[in-house]
């Protein structure tokens, strides 16, 4: 870790803007998002690429205060603490098998955070921001949503809306409210043969 590159956007060498413009802020405006905006998150996500073109992802969202308050009930304390926020938070799951042949589906799990990444990229062309949370209860997901954990992997919780007043946030959690950097390149790419 102490070769990570901390609290910084530096590059090593040009790459397209909006993979460094994405980042995962914790301070959410509560402005709610237009339908529109919803509607281009999601179509971003359905163009995601798919083992088979089975598109195994869904997504379950919140936007009403009811939605999002049963919503926020399923995550851990401190992704509540900043997460309830957010006009927009959903869950994204993965259905575990191929419907062409109900065999499971080794790669569900890939393709959906693909589908995921789009979302995330299509929110900051939208003015937004996607940040994904693993921080919530499997066992009370499943349960809100009334979906079959033997079906479906329910993967991860995702916040979205405007960038907030970091000033709003609790202390600890302001002092983490900067985008984090990355291993060198070296380390996450190496060249076989
Ligand atoms: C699958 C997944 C789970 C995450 N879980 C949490 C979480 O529970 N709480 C949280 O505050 N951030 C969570 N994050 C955000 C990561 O900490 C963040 O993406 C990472 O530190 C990189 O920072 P960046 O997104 O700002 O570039 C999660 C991100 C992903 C993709």
Not at 57 to 70: C, D, E, H, I, K
Not at 119 to 144: D, I, N, P, V, W
Request: net charge neutral.
């Amino acid at each position: 870790m102490s070769d990570m590159i901390r609290n910084t956007r530096q590059t090593q060498g040009e790459v397209d803007s909006m993979f460094t413009d994405r980042w995962s802020p914790r301070a959410m405006s509560p402005d709610p998002i237009s339908e529109e905006q919803l509607a281009m998150l999601f179509e971003a996500a359905r163009w995601a690429p798919s083992c088979f073109n089975e598109q195994p992802w869904l997504f379950v969202y919140a936007t009403s205060p009811v939605g999002r308050a049963q919503f926020t009930e399923v995550l851990v304390e401190k992704n509540r603490r900043w997460a309830g926020q957010a006009p927009l938070l959903l869950f994204v799951l993965a259905r575990r098998t191929f419907r062409h042949n109900g065999k499971p589906n080794r790669h569900a799990v890939f393709d959906a955070g693909a589908a995921w990444m789009s979302l995330a990229l299509q929110a900051r062309r939208l003015g937004l921001y996607a940040h994904g949370m693993a921080g919530f209860s499997q066992e009370k997901a499943y349960g809100l949503l009334q979906l079959s954990p033997e079906e479906f992997e329910v993967i991860a919780a995702v916040a979205v809306g405007r960038h907030g007043d970091p000033a709003e946030l609790p202390d600890d959690l302001r002092q983490m409210e900067s985008p984090n950097g990355r291993k060198p390149r070296e380390e996450i790419a190496v060249r076989f043969g």
